[in-house]
Nanobody, 119 residues
Framework: QVQLVESGGGLVQAGGSLRLSCAASGSIFRIHAMGWYRQAPGKQRELVAAITSGGSTNYADSVKGRFTISRDNAKNTVYLQMNSLKPEDTAVYYC?????????????WGQGTQVTVSS
């Protein structure tokens, strides 16, 4: 089993910044992609950003140029630096990790952290 612990959410004014962290722990064998998703009230969960084990990144168009995803493989941790935040970025942000054990990959989710951007 893999546990994900998220931190860094909160309330910020428009134009401000926040940094989310997600640390994986437990019986870790190999972590492949790590990513962040978000879900606003009444909307479907959507991909915000993802990063492969090799460092390749992918971003939603709505956050390109404002958000940066990174990871520390030694610490099994993924980060999301969010700058120039907008009210439409308000959502619960979820960490996602693809974990491989014995050639079987399982997706794990964090508990979610609230990000609220006031106008």
């Amino acid at each position: 089993q893999v546990q994900l612990v998220e931190s860094g959410g909160g309330l910020v004014q428009a134009g401000g910044s926040l940094r989310l962290s997600c640390a994986a722990s437990g019986s870790i064998f190999r972590i492949h992609a790590m990513g962040w998703y978000r879900q606003a009230p009444g909307k479907q969960r959507e991909l915000v950003a993802a990063i492969t084990s090799g460092g390749s990144t992918n971003y939603a168009d709505s956050v390109k140029g404002r958000f940066t995803i990174s990871r520390d493989n030694a610490k099994n941790t993924v980060y999301l630096q969010m700058n120039s935040l907008k009210p439409e970025d308000t959502a619960v942000y979820y960490c996602n990790v693809d974990h491989e054990q014995w050639l079987h990959t399982t997706a794990y989710w964090g508990q979610g952290t609230q990000v609220t951007v006031s106008s």
